[in-house]
């Protein structure tokens, strides 16, 4: 009897789990291996790009340093011990160590390194996803793109990607500067709680970027107002790709990482092997010391080596936003502070990514900030924001 009913009750388990998972693989189907990719990888992370096809970026064989520990150095940052908020009578490189986790801090004053720490299994030029700090990069590349004829500001997507003509018919009024503003309209969620069905992981774990475009609507008129989303900077990665002819991790190399002398490769995720369009959105693996690079190009007017990487007037539009783009322009972001009761934006700007990386200027002193690894929800540009005003004073 007991024999009899245990088949009973095994057989009614298999139906129950095959009635229960049914529509999770009609799901996964309609997804295509997108929602399976999300869930076996889970979140993203810091190292999620070894799961992708890549694009390698490379450095010079040799290179010029232009991070230099000076021999009267300054250990401001070392030793000063701070308290109130969330310090508890620590030095920085303390206060990192206890709430960073696995992660990198580097800060640059004069081209002088005043400190450069590593957490857990970080070390020196140890490669990182950058996030959303790549949507400057690509704001770089898009102002060089400029710069040299490829394409104007005020082009339409539709220039680029012809195949959107065919799309959503608020493409053709779409610009390269509602991409780099983030004034698109599309009706696009930024999700990061993670849902291996949302938008955001076809975007990121999903196959051929540029087929995923025709499925997209808009939810306002393009230029209308602001609404960040990766979606914007994933249309402009396609966009100068194509204006340039040449991927972008090899236009990247050519114009960027070569000419500054970064100390080491990056590298860039793609879409698919087959397809191969760069994650220009977030996709991009760099370090501290050259990421602190890009923050200098930007301090000196886009000048490197007495060369001019980027024009100054690129430089000048990314870093002084308005309010009334709620302080973001080109990829970067100004700082907003409160002078007798109005919101001011501030000369100080940064870029930031998904888990906390940050890329932080303050041009007024020649200060760099940059911080890498994972810690979701922190907002480490407030506390380099602190730090500027201590040493204003």
């Known amino acids: 009897m007991s024999e009899v009913f245990n088949r009973k009750l095994i057989r009614w388990i298999g139906i129950t789990l095959v009635v229960m998972f049914i529509p999770i693989f009609i799901l996964m189907g309609l997804t295509g291996c997108t929602a399976f990719k999300s869930i076996k990888f889970g979140s993203p992370s810091t190292d999620t790009y070894r799961n ?22 300054d250990s401001y940052f070392e030793e000063s011990k701070f308290s109130g908020g969330s310090f508890n009578s620590e030095t920085i490189g303390e206060y990192f160590s206890r709430v960073r986790g696995d992660g990198a801090l580097l800060i640059v004053r004069n081209d002088t390194i005043l400190l450069e720490q590593y957490y857990g299994n970080f070390s020196k030029l140890s490669p990182s996803n950058i996030f959303s700090i790549s949507k400057a990069v690509t704001a770089l590349l898009c102002g060089i793109a400029i710069d040299e004829g490829y394409m104007s500001i005020s082009d339409t997507i539709t220039k680029f990607i012809p195949e959107l003509d065919n799309a959503d018919p608020l493409f053709r009024e779409l610009t390269i500067e509602h991409l780099l503003d983030m004034r698109t309209g599309l009706d696009f969620q930024e999700s990061y709680g993670w849902n291996p069905f949302s938008k955001m992981a076809k975007l990121y774990y999903g196959k051929n970027v540029v087929d995923q475009f025709n499925s997209l609507h808009f939810k306002s008129k393009p230029g209308t107002e602001h609404y960040y989303n990766s979606m914007a900077t994933a249309l402009l990665g396609v966009a100068i790709e194509r204006a340039v002819g040449t991927p972008y991790a090899h236009y990247l190399q050519e114009k960027v990482w070569q000419p500054l002398d970064m100390e080491t490769d990056a590298f860039i995720s793609l879409d698919d092997n087959k397809h191969r369009q760069a994650k220009a959105y977030g996709g991009l693996v760099s370090n501290v010391r050259d990421l602190a690079k890009i923050g200098r190009l930007y301090i000196t007017g886009g000048v490197y080596d007495n060369k001019q990487i980027v024009s100054k007037e690129w430089v000048d539009r990314s870093t002084h936003s308005s309010l009334d783009n709620e302080a973001y322009s080109l990829g970067w972001n100004n700082i907003i502070t409160r002078i007798d009761g109005k919101d001011i934006v501030t000369p100080r700007f940064f870029a930031i990514g998904l888990f906390g990386q940050v890329l932080f200027c303050d041009p007024t002193q020649n200060l760099i900030f940059v911080t890498l690894g994972e810690k979701k929800g922190s907002e480490y540009h407030l506390l380099f924001d602190d730090f500027c005003n201590l040493l204003s004073k």
Do not use: Q
Not at 52 to 73: E, G, P, Q, R, W
């Open 52 to 73: 992708f096809a890549v694009d390698t970026i490379f450095a010079n064989d040799t290179i010029k340093n232009v991070l230099i520990t000076s021999a009267i150095h």
